[in-house]
């Protein structure tokens, strides 16, 4: 059982740290930063590198939210994942809570 929570929780950094690349990502495709350039054509390019670039990285989100969603739910299919409702917006939960003493105390 140590191993499955060992493996979420490793499968949940592994999907923070790919939404901060697309934060970053989208960031740099809509401000041009933190490589922008003076020319008009180089821009181009540039705009149409950093949009592949963000679409390839918000398909490893997807990756990550599926297997994740996989690991705690053992038994479900594939399939399973894409037939819940607004499964696409799940991708981009950055799945933060705080936890506070209070709570703590209160659940023990």
């Known amino acids: ?13 592994s999907k923070r740290v790919i939404l901060f690349f697309v934060l970053f990502s989208t960031i740099g495709l809509i401000f041009g930063w933190p ?34 969603w996989l690991l705690r739910n053992p038994g479900k ?16 939960n950055w799945e933060i809570k705080r936890e506070f003493p209070e709570t703590e105390a209160a659940k023990k």
């Open 35 to 68: 490589f922008a350039t003076p020319y008009v054509f180089v821009m181009l390019k540039y705009k149409m590198f950093w949009a592949v670039m963000t679409l390839g990285i918000v398909g490893c989100a997807f990756a990550a939210d599926g297997n994740l």
């Open 77 to 92: 299919s594939p399939r399973d994942y894409y037939q819940r409702k607004h499964w696409w917006l799940h991708v981009f």
């Open 1 to 13: 059982m140590e191993n499955r929570e060992q493996l979420i929780k490793d499968q949940k950094t």
